[in-house]
T-cell receptor, first 112, second 116 residues
């Protein structure tokens, strides 16, 4: 089932630091993973994705790492800025499905 | 990029009444749209998948008679919360995958429902 009903963990960082947000997924059949950013009162915004045949993918200031052995996903944000403050969700598409199932989410707070 | 629009963005209704939330894909067509519900400080929970021209598919535990979903065209899906109760107050978010776009999904800005 989905990880709902749990309050969000929080990561606090200083502006300019690198941030690492972690996510554990449960379904070994998941073949596509996405990181979303959600600002307060808004819908999720796509950040970066990765397929299960990859273990790393880089974007602008962001890197996603996938470890299928331990079913772990991470999002690294370089030189974090106050505008990066938001809730970050990992989502997985379970094998054969194109509907993202959302993980628990992490609240990132960036202090100037 | 592709835009998904939701309306209204905020709505307050009285207990016992019904309220309709619209989800429109503005520059692409979608045969399916997904409706999520999100409580404060929690994750998004998939409620149902609307299918253009056929019945919606509901997730386990979601009452289909309470949350009526209609996918009237390739650009519009509606969610109607019937006989609303205060516990239905939540943030409702729709999303849509453009036809032929693979795994790409675009999310709307969400609709805040408050039942008083």
């Amino acid at each position: 089932g989905e990880s709902v009903g749990l309050h969000l963990p929080t990561l606090s960082v200083q502006e300019g630091d690198n941030s690492i947000i972690n996510c554990a997924y449960s379904n070994s059949a998941s073949d596509y993973f996405i990181w979303y950013k959600q600002e307060s009162g808004k819908g999720p915004q796509f950040i970066i994705d990765i397929r299960s045949n990859m273990d790393k993918r880089q974007g602008q200031r962001v890197t996603v790492l996938l470890n299928k052995t331990v079913k772990h996903l991470s999002l690294q944000i370089a030189a974090t800025q106050p505008g990066d403050s938001a809730v970050y969700f990992c989502a997985e598409n379970r094998g054969g499905s194109y509907i993202p199932t959302f993980g628990r989410g992490t609240s990132l707070i960036v202090h100037p | 990029g592709a835009v998904v629009s939701q309306h209204p963005s905020r709505v307050i209704c009285k207990s016992g009444t019904s309220v309709k939330i619209e989800c429109r894909s503005l520059d692409f067509q979608a045969t399916t749209m997904f409706w999520y519900r999100q409580f404060p400080k929690q994750s998004l929970m998939l409620m149902a998948t609307s299918n253009e021209g056929s019945k919606a598919t509901y997730e386990q535990g979601v009452e289909k008679d309470k949350f009526l979903i209609n996918h009237a065209s390739l650009t519009l899906s509606t969610l109607t919360v019937t006989s609303a109760h205060p516990e239905d107050s939540s943030f409702y978010i729709c999303s849509a995958p453009p036809l032929g776009a693979g795994n790409t999904i675009y999310f709307g800005e969400g609709s805040w429902l408050t039942v008083v």
